[in-house]
């Protein structure tokens, strides 16, 4: 898939939003990626999931690995798509682990799937995690990188369907809230 084509599918499905959003960060925006508007619909999941495995399917991935809660969906179609096992992380008092019995052997080549990528602090904690329980990071694919292309993950290269470059703004400098428009938040823990 092209990046235009993948972009167009998250318009048309609704994953990509206009508007006036509070971020979890505290932050305002004039774009939302809503990755549940997609991910909601199997057929489309598994054709951009196809479409990161295809990035990868001669890098021997034995196990596609996503943090909670979106990672998993995206572990498992991504992992469907290579032939491949799926796994997720979780956090446990704040830290995020493996639990449920999953586990990785030594030198076991992971793929990190995630599917919308701003900082990435997330996804460096899988590495850690990956690399705690002795396997290899082989690399990294996100659904989004709305970092504008900043996002690094070090000695781990990263791969995504596509590349935004979303502006932020402190509400005290938010120009959108300076012309009145109304704010709506956003996320897990916001409400529509």
Do not use: W
Request: overall charge neutral; some cysteine.
């Amino acid at each position: 898939m092209t990046e235009k084509e993948v972009y167009d599918l998250l318009v048309e499905t609704g994953a990509i939003m206009t508007g006036h959003f509070s971020l979890t960060s505290g932050n305002h925006s004039a774009h939302y990626v809503e990755k549940f508007n997609v991910l909601q619909n199997p057929k489309m999941t598994e054709k951009l999931c196809k479409a990161m495995a295809e990035h990868f399917k001669d890098a021997k991935i034995e196990t596609v690995v996503g943090p909670m809660t979106g990672g998993i969906i995206l572990a498992h179609e991504t992992g469907k798509a290579l032939g491949t096992r799926a796994i997720f992380t979780e956090r446990v008092d704040g830290k995020m682990t493996f639990r449920r019995g999953f586990t990785l052997h030594e030198g076991e080549r992971v793929l990190i799937v995630e599917d919308i990528v701003t900082t990435g602090g997330s996804v460096r904690e899988v590495i850690d995690v990956v690399k705690q329980f002795g396997g290899i990071p082989v690399a990294v694919a996100m659904l989004v990188d709305r970092s504008g292309g900043k996002v690094n993950f070090g000695d781990v290269p990263s791969f995504a369907l596509l590349h935004m470059d979303v502006e932020t703004y402190k509400p005290e400098d938010c120009p959108l809230c300076k012309k009145g428009v109304p704010l709506t938040k956003r996320g897990s823990t916001g409400k529509k």
